[in-house]
């Protein structure tokens, strides 16, 4: 059986989902946050040397970094459902998307919440930070205009993974000016795997 290690409040929400869709066997082992750092704890080392979340094992595997699990499970478990044929122009596209949501994407988001937590003022960084994010939604939005999905109008690991980025963008209320993005997160939002793995992190968020 697969093994999850999952962290409240992290991407590994993600991944909760993917295996919904998949509809394979897996447990949850639920780690939390610390309240005054918000940061991980330290069992999480145990796991992964990095000590983040999330983090598989399956057949004697343990495998780190969102992007790297869902494209082992996908491809161990449901490569003809979730992902195009692979070399495609569409497996071309899909592989950026995957790629894209824990670099460009996330990048520029994850250093204004820093920025924001930190309180002080920048001479570059909250700038640079506004503007990479403004790019990153701007691209986002075109590349959904007149699409359900970002690839071959179907659900793949591509939109799974960019989901973590539609969630933080719909916390900091940016949807309602990003036409094709909010429809988007509607879509996101009608799979029942999703809205499972929405009850799911729930029940382990203390």
Wanted: hydrophobic letters at 45%; a negative charge; aromatic letters at 10%.
């Amino acid at each position: 059986m697969i093994k999850l290690h999952h962290l409240n409040k992290s991407r590994s929400k993600r991944i909760i989902w993917l295996l919904e869709e998949l509809g394979v066997d897996y447990e949850v082992i639920a780690y939390q946050r610390d309240s005054q750092t918000f940061l991980a704890p330290a069992e999480l080392k145990a796991i992964h040397p990095l000590g983040k979340s999330p983090v598989i094992e399956d057949d004697g595997l343990v495998i780190a970094e969102s992007g790297a699990i869902t494209e082992y499970l996908i491809n161990k478990y449901a490569a003809d459902k979730l992902a195009p044929k692979p070399l495609s122009p569409e497996y071309v596209a899909y592989s950026q998307w995957i790629h894209f949501a824990e670099s460009s994407a996330i990048l520029p988001l994850l250093l204004k919440m820093f920025v924001d937590k930190d309180g002080c003022k920048t001479n570059f960084m909250a700038a640079y930070a506004d503007s990479e994010i403004a790019k990153v939604i701007s691209y986002f939005d075109a590349s959904l205009e007149g699409k359900t999905y970002l690839i071959a109008e179907q659900l793949t690991g591509a939109d799974i993974m960019m989901s973590f980025i539609v969630e933080i963008l719909a916390n900091n209320k940016v949807l309602d000016n990003f036409a094709n993005l909010a429809r988007y997160n509607k879509q996101l939002h009608s799979h029942n795997a999703l809205l499972k793995a929405v009850e799911i992190e729930a029940k382990y968020d203390n």
